[in-house]
Structure formats: C-alpha cells, structure tokens
C-alpha cells in the first residue's frame, strides 16, 4: 500500500519538471537551426593587428579556408570573410570571461543576431539625399497634416477607417499568401476579406479577428520573392515610401496591382482621386504613429544607417516567417 | 495469486482501503501541483525576464507614481531594474564587436557608461508611455549552455508586437544582452551604425559623438 503510494510519488516528481521543461530542450521548428561550423578561432595576440595569427584547434574550414591541425595562419592571408572572423571574435570575447584565454572544443554555434545581414548600397548618395527629402517632407507636410487630422477625427473612427483601408489590401495579401504556397494562410484572408466587409459593414470591424480569432496574414509582393530566393539587389530610399530595395520596390509596384482600387474605372474614380485616397489612407495610419520615427531619430547615432538596417532585418524576417 | 490480495488486505478491510487511495491520491496530486514552477514552458531565463518585466510592470501601474511629477521617480525606478536586467558590458562588446579592441580600457568603460545612457535616453519615454498593454511570455529557446532567446508579445489596441529578450548566463544569473523587436536585433542595429562611423573615423571621435548625443538630452 504504502510502497505503491511512494512509487507514485516518486515517478511523479521525477516526471513534472521533464515534462515541463520538455518544450526548453526540444529544437524549435521555428528557430533556424543554428548550424555551426566546427571551428572555435583563437586569437593569440589581440593587440597587435598586424602579428594577429589564427591558430584553429582542430582540422576545420574557415570560410574557404581549410587549416589543419595546430597550422598558424597569418589573417591577412587568410580567405576566411570578415564576417566569420568577427563571429568568432565576438564568441571569443565571450568565452574569455568564461574559460580564460584557452579554447574550448565545445559547441560555437552562431547565435543568430552574429549572422550579418548587409546590403548593397551603391546609391548611397543619391539615397542619403532621398532620406534626407523624407525626413524634411515628414517634419514638415505629413506630420503636420496627420496632427491636425488626429485632433480633428476621434480615434475611434480612425480606428475604423484603418480597418477599411486593411480589409481592401486583404486580396492583395490573400495572393501573396497563395504565390507562396501558404494555403492555410491564403483561405484565412479570403475568410477574413469575406466576413470582414459584410459583418464588419464594409470591412470597418475586424470582426474575423474578434468573433472568429483568425489574424492577419501578413504577405506582400516584395517577401513573396524572397520567398523564392530572390535577393535585394540594392537599397533604395523610395520619396514618401521611405527605405525600399530594387525587389521591394518592383514587390511595391506588383502589390498596387493587387489591389482593387486600381481596378475601379477612371469614370468613376479618377486617377487624382485615386492618389487622394492612397495619401488619406497613408495620414489615416500615420495618425497612429506620430512620435515613432522622433523616437527612432533619437535612438540612432546615425539614422541613415539605423533605418537602412532595421529595414532589412525586417524583411529577411518577414521572409523566415514565409517559409515556416 | 492469492498472497498479493492477502498482503494488501492484510489487517485492513476493502472500503477502509479504498479512502486511504482517494486520500493518497489527493496527496499526491496537490503536492505535484504544489512543486510546479507558474509559468509552463519556463526555463530559469524565462522566469528571470518574466519577473523583470513584471517590476518594471510594477513601477508603470502604481497608483502612487500617476502624477507627471512623479515622472522621474519613475524613469530612476525603471533605471535601476535595467541595470540589473541588462548586461551593458555585453551588449557594448557585441555592438562594438571587432573594434572593440580598438578601444583602450578607460575608453571602453566610457563607451558602456554613454550606451548606456543613450538607450536609456532613447526607450523611456517609450515604456513610460505605457498604456495597460498585456505581455505574455510564450517560450524559451536554448541556443547553447549559456545563451537562449525568451520569447514575449505586447499586445495593445491596434497591434501583436513580438519581443524577444537574448539572455546570456552570468555566472548564476541570466542578463539580457539583446532585445530583438519584429525581427530586428538592437545589437545588430547599432553594430553596423558603429562599423559604419569607424570606418572613417577614431574610436575617440565615436566617443566624442555619444557624449554629445547624451549630452544634448
């Protein structure tokens, strides 16, 4: 009796905490699997940049570089990327504190935000003139605009006049979701586009998300191609759209053809209220963001820079979250 | 086969049985209960987070500090919690990364003391602005013994905004070393705005740059 009893609660203590913990030790499906390279780079002297040698503990590759064991190569010969040694450099730093100066065999997986995501920008002058534009154009015309339109309609209609504007891009973000194969996806917005505009009186209530709980599927033109591996190709600073790349911005262009204001007729609609509509819908959603992109300057040492990093972070982002 | 049902019921009769059992088992299932941590998926850097977010939580929604005088009592508060939430010296080396070494040691202590200025400067009047958000903390993900990512949403009005804190163990504790907002990482951001000003210029002039940045505000 009381032996069953002791079993019992032995198999339970010893069972809880690994059942708790199971989700900490498995591999998250959504985590990019780190892979690591079986390199651990020592420095041995880190003072002096010209005599910096790196001496590999093991027959590894760095970059393209393969090195037996305990062989010194000098960096400036080395074809391993600047990248790779910063990787390394930064896990270096942090095994120092930890190990002393000796290298450990362990593990060096990249911890993800060590994976440099750069790009191209031989724009560079004309793009920094353009961000300067848009930061002018900001301060001066749409932040203006969007207060005075902020003090004079209540949030609560903003609120749903965003809803409308969200619930005519939902087409658009529907076929971006098939492109990229993501059929779940795709049927949710075609659900959301459907319930919306009828129970939500033309779409200005998101009753999907509210009576349904279905979200937002998240998809455009420019994450679409890099979905199928399409790179940026360069950075563009777009006037109004801001930080933009040759793909987004080819993705910016495909996206107006999803939607279907393009596709009303110009006897209804002309093309110069068409644009009236796009730039309301453009003040509409700024109204409640007045203050991010103050507070972004602020934060930035250089924003050009900040914002140009952001931006990619964001979309290679959007990509991973495409190809889950 | 009779000896088993004889030892069980060896002095004892079957309903006198069957309560000790329902007792036992009421036992066991509240002592089980009992020792469960409060979060499910929670490693010990998850709780760790969770409980720093919850002071901080605690400062933004005291009913004492709701005047706007009370602003910068606030701000100190919140300030405390961050330096002991954050490892600042962490943070420094990765943003700063190869030119960290670039650095001589009294300008590196420099740097972490105007970083950290800067990012308290520049988030807040961000986290003060507060407004009753809920954040739920969803998982942990363990990138090696000594580093993993805890994963949260803010969820507000209009939005869904994942954060995620990196936490790196310092010899018994886990400290935030990164702070990664809808994909982007806030070291990887200021490491390519400071890879970009040293290109050209002296780890000095970077300094000089940050003071006056600080100073301004």
Redesign the interface.
Known sequence: MKAVNILLMLSALMLSPSVLMADVSLPDPNVEQCVAPPVLIALQSASDDNNRQIVLPDAATAGNLQISFGETVPIADSQASEDEIMIALTQWNSAEEANGIETTKSESAIIPEEKEVEIADPLFPVNKAMFEFNDKLYFWGIKPVTQVYSHTVPEEFRFAISNVYDNLWAPCRMLNNLFQLRFKAAGNELIRFIFNSFAGIGGMGDMAKEALGIKKQDADFGQTLGHYGVGHGFYLVLPVFGPSSMRDGVGLAADQFMHPLTYVSSNTLTFVEKVGISAHEEVNSTSFKIGDYESFKNAAVDPYVSMRNAFIQHRQHKVELSRQ | MNLPTKV?NKGRNMSV?TK??KK??AA?IL??IM???HY????VAAETVHRYADKVLDVLRDPVLKAESSKKIKKEKIRLIADDMFDFT?LS??TL??N??RFDSSQQKEFIHLFKS??A???A??ILAYTNERIVFS?????????A?VRSTVIS??A?IPINY?V?LKGTEWKVY?V?I????L????R???K??LLNKSPESLLE??RK?VGK?
């Open positions: 069980f049985r000790i059992m036992s088992v066991l002592f089980s020792i469960l941590p499910a998926y929670a490693g962490e080396k990765r990364a190869q960290w070494n800067l990012l400067d520049a988030y009047d961000k998982k942990e993900i363990q990138y090696s013994d000594n580093t990512e009005k209009t869904e990196r790196i990164d990664v809808e994909g982007v990482s070291v990887n951001n200021y390519s705005q400071f970009e000003i740059t940050l940045k505000s």
